[in-house]
Antibody, heavy 120, light 110 residues
């Protein structure tokens, strides 16, 4: 059974760096063809894709947030980590991680998400 | 402003059919596969349609997808109250090298 679980702080202060971890089970991020994306959703708003890391360590970022994001993977722990610098209240959102396994950009398994509030 | 354009809302009566459109461009929908996601209230999105028109295991055949040129469409027949949700289209944008989503469509079953 494939599962993804997001973890990280529920609250961060403005200007701080957010670090989120996506723990994977039922598949390995090191397996050929596996990809994991981070997506966020501000309260009452639409989905926004943030970043993706592939099994071969290729990385892709949202153009509007590229300078603030770093995605990485720890194959031994089977985790994907997202760092977002200089957090602002507008970054308040539920952050999801999701798997893509077909190479055709369909996100076939999603974590439940974690709500991050940016407030002083 | 989302890269893909969806109507903000659609509605129909139980048992009826509804379609949701997703409009993109030559760099995204025209050259890449489209997926559709269903997000029930207060839950994570769930893959509804992959590869333009493929239903993952467990998705009823009331749900269908199609693509033509720079647009894609999600169809839902035999509407049920449990279909009330937000629906998102998504695809890869080859110019941006990024996944792009539509702004979401809220389906109301009257």
């Amino acid at each position: 059974q494939v599962t993804l679980k997001e973890s990280g702080p529920a609250r961060v202060k403005p200007t701080q760096t957010l670090t989120l971890t996506c723990s994977l089970s039922g598949f390995s991020i090191g397996t050929t063809g596996m990809r994991v994306s981070w997506i966020r959703q501000p309260p009452g708003k639409a989905l926004e894709w943030l970043a993706r890391i592939d099994w071969d360590d290729d990385k892709f970022y949202s153009a509007s947030l590229r300078t603030r994001l770093t995605i990485s993977k720890d194959t031994s722990k089977n985790q994907v980590v997202l760092k977002m610098t200089n957090m602002d209240p507008v970054d308040t959102a539920t952050y999801f991680c999701a798997r893509e396994s077909t190479g055709r950009s369909s996100l076939d398994s999603w974590g439940r998400g974690t709500l991050v509030t940016v407030s002083s | 402003q989302s890269v893909l354009t969806q109507p903000p809302s659609v509605s129909a009566a139980p048992g009826q059919k509804v379609t949701i459109s997703c409009s993109g461009s030559a760099s995204n929908i025209a050259k890449n596969y489209v997926s559709w996601y269903q997000q029930l209230p207060k839950t994570a999105p769930k893959l509804l349609i992959s590869d333009n028109d493929v239903r993952p295991s467990g998705i009823p055949d009331r749900f269908s997808g199609s693509k033509s040129g720079t647009s894609a469409t999600l169809g839902i027949t035999g509407l049920q109250a449990g279909d009330e949700a937000d629906y998102y289209c998504g695809t890869w944008d080859s110019s941006l090298s990024a996944v792009v989503f539509g702004g979401g469509t809220k389906l109301t079953v009257l």
